[in-house]
């Protein structure tokens, strides 16, 4: 079965929504997509008719088993192309995620294919996200959130949970990246800020952008 663009598009946001909370509201799903409730729900009987949802009025939605499948397709090909932008071409991260987007509605299994195994079979893509593999399964990352370490503990950025540009620049401005090495120094008790070494150097994190940071611990630092 085809589907539209757009169809893809709230596909893919009902996924990520149902994985946060469960059941999916119209308005939840409006304000993900910056549209209309009216055209939400249009969109919600299409795809229902398509055997795409569980839809119930007034209440929610979820996807179905085929529905979860197409989003993880859909998620599979737009992780891969993250990733062949990024180690490919050079695009930075904070680059990437708009070039996917158009990318992942090319729908062609035998190219996705060709291109995961062109790539290596890569099991996350440049922001830490796992990459389905062609069975629809992602590797489990062992990851903690910054927040949550002990002082002086070592440990590698692995994955960013929040990924707009906002984010993406002020964690490049502070020369952090999946793969770097942090390590807290000291942690404020009036706002929860964190002295962190990186690189050889002291930065000062805002608690909302490090809880954002998910890291494995390390048992030496790799600085």
């Known amino acids: 079965m085809n589907f539209s ?12 929504l149902q994985s946060l909370e469960g059941t999916v509201t119209t308005n939840a799903l409006a304000q993900k997509l910056q549209t209309r409730p ?10 229902s008719a398509k055997k795409i949802l569980n839809y ?32 490919k071409l050079q695009f930075g991260w904070d680059e990437v995620h708009p070039l996917a987007e158009e990318l992942e509605h090319v729908s062609s299994s035998k190219l996705i294919d060709k291109l995961d195994a ?9 922001h830490g996200d796992p990459i389905p593999d062609s069975r629809g399964k992602m590797a489990v990352a062992d990851h903690t959130r ?7 503990q070592p440990a590698v950025v692995v994955r960013v949970s929040n990924q707009s540009k906002q984010m993406l ?8 990246t999946i793969g770097t090495s942090v390590e807290i120094r000291k942690r404020s008790d009036f706002d929860q800020a964190l002295t962190v070494r990186v690189r050889n150097r002291n930065i000062v994190l805002t608690e909302q952008v490090a809880q954002h940071l ?3 611990k390390l048992q030496h630092g790799t600085d």
């Open 5 to 16: 663009t757009t169809e893809e598009n709230y596909i893919k946001a009902i996924f990520h």
């Open 38 to 47: 009216a055209s939400v729900t249009d969109m919600m009987k299409k795809l």
């Open 56 to 87: 119930k009025p007034y209440y929610g939605f979820t996807l179905s088993s085929e529905g979860k499948r197409i989003a993880i397709t859909i998620i599979r090909r737009h992780r891969l192309w993250e990733f062949f932008l990024a180690e």
């Open 118 to 126: 062109y790539l290596g079979f890569p099991q996350f893509d440049p």
């Open 146 to 152: 910054l927040t949550t370490l002990q002082l002086n």
């Open 169 to 176: 620049d002020e964690l490049a401005e502070k020369n952090i």
């Open 214 to 216: 998910l890291v494995k």
